[in-house]
């Protein structure tokens, strides 16, 4: 069964993706839209011989295809919430990019609907799939009860978007939503118990301050220490920094339980597990799961969560990577961002039911 595809918004994760189904088999693209036409050029390039799609302006007439049976979701965070009303009158299966939605409401919404349904709906949290975390995620009993998780991320700023639209809150969520609810899904899968406090402090020290586009400065954050409290006792923490390009890891990861400890970094070639008793460390080499084919921006991460998906949608079992995954990603990063904006921590629970935001 070829899995025929539909690419709304073929900017760079748009053709990370297509690159991605380029090198898998029985899969087809027969049709991408962008509003834009370099990036409607850029997919055409990328697709290559491989793949000969419809090039359209408008997303809907991918909608109204009777041969796309799978959408890939890539357009701007903002749009998100509109292109899924869409996607919700057909029967088509999505795989949706992170983050879910920009704002409560559209988060809650969309996780609503999607119960609902006929279609596969997969969102696009594919840190989860690296290789290093996956080798974390598969050694975690050996550390015995989680009680604390810490990931940092030192990185280059944010890239520069189609009309710049990643520089403003109001377009992307904010950085807590667009940048790190890959971060708070993981926590969230190593971190036993639920969410239910969140204390963050972060600021724009040094990025884009020098920029104005239609005279106005932009506003995205680019560092933040962020706490998450959970019920289980257990916390996590995150360290983001913006403005730190000769890091020599991207991203650490600490996972600390009470019989012992484990290590890594992304890219990584290994996993540290240490213990207690004893005051032991053995190395793990860390490898990519053989089934990849095209490695990409994310270390082989999309090729996996595209294979999957596709399974997924031919065996009818349920999406590995589910909207309440997304909308509780995204309720932490909005949280964040609210307990930076006043200086308090938030409550989850009384946050998640708010939609007036």
Request: aromatic share 6%.
């Amino acid at each position: 069964m070829t899995i025929r595809y539909g690419i709304i918004g073929t900017g760079m994760m748009g053709c990370e993706h297509i690159r991605n189904l380029v090198a898998m088999d029985d899969v087809d693209i027969t049709a991408v839209a962008d509003p834009n036409e370099k990036p409607r050029r850029w997919a055409s390039k990328v697709c290559g011989d491989r793949f000969s799609p419809r090039i359209h302006k408008n997303y809907q007439d991918i909608l109204d295809a009777d041969d796309v049976d799978a959408i890939v979701i890539a357009s701007p965070n903002f749009t998100h919430i509109d292109v899924m009303r869409d996607v919700f009158k057909t029967d088509k299966h999505v795989m949706l990019e992170k983050p879910m939605c920009t704002t409560l409401a559209d988060a809650h919404e969309v996780n609503a609907s999607a119960k609902t349904h006929k279609g596969i709906v997969w969102l696009g949290l594919e840190y989860r799939y690296m290789a290093p975390i996956s080798a974390l995620l598969e050694h975690l009993p050996a550390v015995g009860e989680i009680k604390m998780c810490a990931i940092r991320e030192h990185r280059f700023p944010f890239l520069k978007k189609v009309e710049n639209w990643n520089r403003f809150n109001r377009n992307t969520g904010g950085t807590l939503v667009e940048k790190c609810c890959h971060f708070f899904d993981l926590m969230n899968q190593v971190v036993p118990g639920e969410p239910i406090r969140v204390l963050a402090s972060g600021g724009q020290s040094v990025n884009h301050l020098d920029e104005a586009y239609d005279g106005e400065v932009p506003d995205i954050l680019d560092n933040a220490y962020v706490i998450i409290e959970y019920d289980s006792g257990a916390r996590a923490m995150l360290d983001l920094c913006m403005f730190a390009e000769g890091s020599r890891h991207e991203q650490q990861l600490t996972i600390t339980g009470d019989i012992g400890k484990l290590e890594t970094t992304v890219p990584g070639n290994d996993l540290y597990i240490s213990k207690r008793d004893g005051r032991t460390c053995e190395t793990v080499p860390i490898t990519l799961d053989p089934k990849v084919k095209e490695v990409g921006l994310h270390h082989g991460a999309s090729f996996l969560e595209h294979l999957g998906f596709t399974e997924a949608i031919r065996t009818g079992k349920p999406p590995a990577v589910t909207t309440e995954d997304g909308l509780l990603s995204v309720v932490i990063g909005l949280a964040g961002q609210k307990s930076i904006a006043t200086g308090l921590p938030v409550d989850i629970r009384t946050f998640a039911q708010a939609y007036d935001q």
